[in-house]
Each structure stands twice: as C-alpha cells, then as structure tokens.
C-alpha cells in the first residue's frame, strides 16, 4: 500500500504561482512512478503531468506544457507540481497518484484525497 496526501492547493489571481506537494508513506516511493491529474467541476478527471521514478523521464499534458513542472525527492518521499502562469481553467481538484508503470492515462494504482485549486480572473 501506497498512501499519497497531496497539499499546496489554494486560491490564486491569474498569472500567479501555486507548487502542490504531495507525500507519500507506504511501500519504496523511489519505484513508483508519480502522476498528477485534475478534475474540473463537472468535467472529467485529465492527466497533468507525470514522472519516471528515477525523475529522468517527464510528460505533460499540452495545456500545461511550457507552464507547469514536475518533479521528485526521492529522499523526502515527496513529488511537486510547480503551477505558473496559472489560468482560470486550471481551477480543479488536483490529484497525485502513484504506480510502477508510467502512464499517462487513469490506471494508476493509488491516489490522493485532492487539493483544491482555484484560479480567479
């Protein structure tokens, strides 16, 4: 077992900044992979950004290419989303999840709870 809580959500004007977090406790972080995905009110849940779990290997989603970064602490067990120039679509639950196979599709093995991200015009 796998237990991901993710954190760092908030409310933010467009143009701003956010880095979510999310900690993870449970079996050898360092052989999962770590995806981040989101879910809009009313919208279906969608990949952002995944990571090898070496960190040598990133995807994006094209909406937040160019914008967003992710990345890994293997030894602090943590995986970050780095949000800039943030958007008003940006606003939704943000959820970490983790496997040993990277994807970017939704068969990921464990999930966070959510941070809620609100992104104001």
């Known amino acids: 077992q796998v237990q991901l809580v993710e954190s760092g959500g908030g409310l933010v004007q467009a143009g701003g900044s956010l880095r979510l977090s999310c900690a993870a406790s449970?079996?050898?972080?360092?052989?999962?992979?770590m995806g981040w995905f989101r879910q809009g009110a009313g919208k279906e849940r969608e990949f952002v950004a995944t990571?090898?779990?070496?960190?040598?290997?990133?995807y994006y989603a094209d909406s937040v290419k160019g914008r967003f970064t992710i990345s890994r602490d293997n030894a602090k067990n943590t995986v970050y989303l780095q949000m800039n120039s943030l958007k008003p679509e940006d606003t939704a639950v943000y959820y970490c999840?983790?496997?040993?196979?990277?994807?970017?599709?939704?068969?990921?093995?464990?999930w966070g709870q959510g941070t809620q991200v609100t992104v104001s015009s």
């Open positions: 999840a983790a496997d040993t196979v990277l994807s970017i599709g939704p068969s990921y093995d464990y």
């Open positions: 449970g079996r050898t972080f360092s052989r999962y992979a």
């Open positions: 990571i090898s779990w070496s960190g040598d290997s990133t």
